[in-house]
T-cell receptor, first 115, second 115 residues
Framework: DAEITQSPRHKITETGRQVTLACHQT?????MFWYRQDLGHGLRLIHYSYGVQDTNKGEVSDGYSVSRSNTEDLPLTLESAASSQTSVYFCASSKHSGRAYNEQFFGPGTRLTVL | GENVEQHPSTLSVQEGDSAVIKCTYS??????FPWYKQELGKGPQLIID?????GEKKDQRIAVTLNKTAKHFSLHITETQPEDSAVYFC??????????????FGKGTHLIIQP
């Protein structure tokens, strides 16, 4: 079955280290998204991509970067991890059909702790 | 940018009763309004959505209403069951046909079904 996976599921790192969170989907969806979820804030958009070589900043993009070299993957990189980036990170994907907004499917999440 | 407010933050109802969760949005250009259910330790899952050209949509025990003039939309769950206990998020987005923008989420409602 097609799916969206994230790895690792849990990660502990130290302040200042570079961290990359992986997201992989097998639906061949054009659109992919990264969100972070924090208590009291709900989910907030970090970056998104409409397709290969396309990336766009979301509401809370400072300190994060993404790259899209193929359809299936959108890795999220924290260039220099900060304690404020301790959060649960969700990746999502949706197909592009041109006429209608299609459902975003979410991965299981990665819990990141920055010490 | 878009801002979505969601109320209440916690809702406790007796099994079999109805539950209503309300959201308001700020950007009149938003045209897509999904509702997500999130169970503990999992990613959000779409339960129902509505587009701006529709005022109401129903799917079995779940219904969503949209008032574009007032910029608010609501989730109605009838005949609540224990498995309805979860955190529910409303969201809003603008879709132009050129690509899917990310979702702006409310902060969530923790729905508790009392036996």
């Amino acid at each position: 079955d097609a799916e969206i996976t994230q790895s690792p599921r849990h990660k502990i790192t130290e302040t200042g280290r570079q961290v990359t969170l992986a997201c992989h989907q097998t639906w061949n969806h054009n659109n992919m998204f990264w969100y972070r979820q924090d208590l009291g804030h709900g989910l907030r958009l970090i970056h998104y991509s409409y397709g290969v070589q396309d990336t766009n900043k979301g509401e809370v993009s400072d300190g994060y970067s993404v790259s899209r070299s193929n359809t299936e993957d959108l890795p999220l990189t924290l260039e220099s991890a900060a304690s404020s980036q301790t959060s649960v990170y969700f990746c999502a994907s949706s197909k592009h059909s041109g006429r209608a907004y299609n459902e975003q499917f979410f991965g299981p999440g990665t819990r990141l702790t920055v010490l | 940018g878009e801002n979505v407010e969601q109320h209440p933050s916690t809702l406790s109802v007796q099994e079999g009763d109805s539950a209503v969760i309300k959201c308001t949005y700020s950007d009149s250009a938003s045209n897509y309004f999904p509702w997500y259910k999130q169970e503990l330790g999992k990613g959000p899952q779409l339960i129902i959505d509505i587009r701006s050209n529709v005022g109401e949509k129903k799917d079995q025990r779940i219904a969503v209403t949209l008032n574009k003039t007032a910029k608010h939309f609501s989730l109605h769950i009838t005949e609540t069951q224990p498995e309805d206990s979860a955190v529910y998020f409303c969201a809003a987005s603008f879709y132009s046909g050129g690509g899917a923008d990310g979702l702006t989420f409310g902060k969530g409602t923790h729905l508790i079904i009392q036996p």
